[in-house]
């Protein structure tokens, strides 16, 4: 099993729809999550951390369930410019100082 | 916050030349830097991480080496190329609020 595992998708999805996206992780020790955005061939940029009460925001939803050991993003009124990869990222404990990455799940919104 | 430079941004390299990769962080200090690669398609996958001046971990067996002359400066390296180093390669510090990534250097192996 992966360390960290996304659908590659892609998901193509209409403008102002809501899309969902899961990444699980196989270390029940983890502790920090994030999401990052990767447009396309540039470098990823943080979208947001994930917390355990799960945080919002804007249109963005991050979620984490522990028991299962998934996290997820949602996204509401998807926008053209939310067209993107969408990496997930999680660090086992606080004391290491490597993040594993997801290999990201593809969005595209159509007009 | 902090910044990263990385430069350049694009590179084609024959087979067996040599590489060098560097990398400036501005707005911190002491902090921890990564290499990181990306080939078309993939996932990013970690190279080499440095937690201070001359600490290098290596987490794949690789053509590559690392290198941390100074506090804001980590350099990634060949001594010869393969076609298989092609890829985007990233350098990265992190914070307290997650990772800053590079501009990147895609290279191509030819």
């Known amino acids: 099993r992966k360390e960290v595992e996304q659908d590659p998708g892609p998901f193509n999805v209409p403008e102002g729809a809501t899309v969902a996206f899961n990444c699980t992780y196989s270390?029940?020790?983890?502790?920090?999550f994030f999401w990052y955005r990767q447009d396309c061939r540039k470098e990823p940029k943080l979208l947001m951390s994930?917390?355990?009460s799960g945080n919002e925001d804007g249109r963005f939803t991050a979620q984490l369930n522990r028991a299962s050991q998934y996290i997820s993003l949602l996204i509401r009124d998807s926008k053209l410019s939310d067209s993107a990869t969408y990496l997930c990222?999680?660090?086992?404990?606080?004391?290491?100082?490597?993040?594993?990455f997801g290999t990201g799940t593809r969005l595209k919104v159509l007009a | 916050s902090q910044t990263i430079h990385q430069w350049p941004a694009t590179l084609v390299q024959p087979v067996g030349s040599p590489l060098s990769l560097e990398c400036t962080v501005e707005?911190?200090?002491?902090?921890?830097l990564y290499w990181y690669r990306q080939a078309a398609g993939r996932g990013l996958q970690l190279l080499f991480y440095?937690?201070?001046?001359?600490?290098i971990s290596s987490e794949v067996p690789q053509n590559l080496s690392a290198s941390r002359p100074q506090d804001r400066q980590f350099i990634l390296s060949s001594k010869k190329l393969l076609l298989s180093d092609s890829g985007f390669y990233l350098c990265?510090?992190?914070?307290?609020?997650?990772?800053?990534f590079g501009s990147g250097t895609r290279l191509t192996v030819v």
């Open positions: 990222v999680v660090n086992w404990n606080s004391g290491t100082y490597k993040y594993i």
């Open positions: 990265a510090a992190r914070d307290n609020y997650g990772y800053t």
């Open positions: 994930v917390y355990s």
């Open positions: 270390n029940s020790a983890s502790q920090s």
């Open positions: 707005g911190t200090s002491n902090p921890n």
């Open positions: 440095s937690v201070g001046i001359g600490q």
